[in-house]
C-alpha cells in the first residue's frame, strides 16, 4: 500500500505491506484523513516524538471503510463506514482500536466526518470530564479559531454553557467565532484581555478556561476566572514555561487541571470516547458537529498539506483526500 512515513530527511511517501489488524483493532481502507498540529510536531520531529520519529506512520485521524475486524471486535464489520483516531493515518490503510472508531452517520461524506474525531474527543473530554462543565456556566475557550477550538465551542454550547467566550489574534478569525458559539470574541494581544473576559461576562470572571495556549497566557487565564473557577491545560502552543502567579492562584482557589492523550491507557481512551458518543451521539448523526474544511489536499500532495499548516492562515479543518 501507498504510505506516509517519518525519516531522517522529513516526510516522505513510500510503498509498505498492508497492517493486519490485532484482535482489539479495526483495519479501515482510508478514503479522508486530516492533519492536526500534534502530527505536525511528529513529522517536524518535536517533542511529540514520543507519538513516533523515524519510521512512524502519521495521522492521527482518518475516515473510511472497514476492511477486516480483529477476533475480539463485534461492534463493527466489513463494509461499516467509520471516521477512526489513532495514529497511522496517512496511508491507504490503517488500524486502530475498536474503541477509537465511530461510525458515520447516514450519508455524510469521508471529508466531512474526518473533521470530527480528535476534535470531540478532546474538547468532551476537556470541557465534560477534566472541566466538569455544568449547565448555566461560562467559559472560555483559549485559541478558538483551531479546529479544537471551534467544536470546543460548539461542544459547549450542547453541554448548556450560559456564555462563551473564544479568544483568537486574528481579525478576520474573530469575526467568525460566532458562527461556532462564541458570545463574545477577544484579542488576546490586547494587554487588558484578562478584563476584556469580564466585561463580556458580566462583571465577573468565568467559571472555566479551556486553555490551548498556556505560556505567558497563564497569569491572565488566573485572572479571568471567577474564585472557585478551574483551568484545564490543553496545549501549549504559546510555550511550556512562563511566569505564574501562585498567590492569585491560591487566592481563588483554582483548579489547574492538566490533560493529554499521550500518557492514557487503552482503556481511558475508549471511555473517552464512549462519553463522547453518549452525550454527543444525537448531535453527531444530525451534523452538528461538522468542521469547516480549509482546505483539501490529494495524498500525494501531503507535504503540501503540512506546509500549509505551518503558515498557520488556515481556518477549520485541512483534508487528505485518497
Known sequence: MKSSLVSDSGLILTERETPAPAPHQVLVKVAAAALNRADLAVVSGGRHGSHGGPGTVPGMEWAGT???VGAEVSNFKVGDRVMCSGMGGYAEYAVTDWGRVMRIPGAMSFQDAVTMPVAIQTMHNALVTAGGLKPGESVLIQG???GVGLM????ARLMGARRVIGTSTNSTRRARLAEFGADAAIDTLQADWAEQVHKA????GVD???DQLSGTYGTG?????????RIVNVGRLAGRFAEFDFDLHALKRISYIGVTFRTRSLQEVRDINEAAERDLGTAIAAGQLVLPIDRVFAFDD???????M?????????????
Not at 201 to 204: K, Q, V
Not at 223 to 229: H, S, Y
Not at 312 to 321: D, P, R, S, T
Open 152 to 155: 470546543a465551542m460548539k461542544i
Open 302 to 308: 501531503l507535504a503540501q498539506a503540512f506546509e500549509h
Open 310 to 322: 505551518r503558515t498557520n492562515q488556515h481556518f477549520g479543518k485541512i483534508v487528505i483526500a485518497f
Open 144 to 146: 478558538a479559531s483551531s
Open 201 to 204: 461576562n458580566g462583571g465577573e
Open 221 to 229: 487565564n488566573l485572572q479571568a476566572c471567577k474564585v472557585l473557577g
Open 208 to 210: 472555566l478556561v479551556i
Open 66 to 68: 472497514v476492511q477486516a
